[in-house]
């Protein structure tokens, strides 16, 4: 059952390794901003368990028309953060390579692009882009907890300790306090 969720640590090479760096940093990071460290931290492991499981229910089918990669690294996550963000923006269009397009239509244009990502398994980030279009449309609604939970999970352990390094950005739970924080 662990490897529901440590298969987003595994790295086969350095390439791959940062391309999933930057993708964490660029999409994961805006999706914290967003949602706050602790639905962020929480919203991860669910979104490694979802794609693993639909992974594992899709590999079976696939399998048999051409080879599929093993499912690893953090991309998958990164397309689930960015599924949900594209599905709930109020944008219409924005640039992508220059060109206007829809908000809706990026992941998918990306899902394109990471398929040249060495390593990168097309199967599992497209198993994270579909869990993170349902949760973004409301079909996972379940997942979802108060704000109220949020800022009482913000006092205590493990966030309460990662709130106190200075070095990590910590996002409150709080709509109320995330605009404090964005404002100061």
Do not use: Q
Request: proline fraction near 4%; include cysteine.
């Amino acid at each position: 059952v662990h490897r529901l969720v440590t298969y987003i640590f595994v790295y086969e090479d350095l390439i791959s390794l940062t391309c999933g760096a930057i993708i964490i940093w660029y999409f994961a990071g805006s999706f914290e901003k967003n949602v706050g460290t602790v639905k962020h931290c929480f919203l991860t492991i669910v979104f490694a368990i979802l794609s693993a499981l639909l992974y594992l229910l899709l590999e079976t089918v696939v399998s048999r028309v051409s080879e599929v990669e093993d499912a690893k690294g953090f991309m998958p996550i990164a397309f689930a953060t960015l599924g949900v963000s594209t599905t709930r923006s109020r944008m219409k269009r924005t640039l992508f390579f220059g060109f206007r397009v829809p908000v809706v239509l990026v992941p998918w244009f990306m899902l394109c692009v990471a398929w040249f990502i060495p390593r990168s398994s097309l199967l599992s980030n497209l198993c994270g882009l579909l869990a993170g279009e349902a949760y973004g449309l409301g079909y996972c609604f379940c997942l979802d907890f108060p704000e109220s939970v949020g800022s009482k999970l913000d006092r205590v352990f493990p966030f309460s300790l990662l709130n106190r390094i200075p070095a990590l950005k910590y996002i409150p739970a709080s709509l109320a306090e995330r605009r404090a924080f964005e404002s100061s």
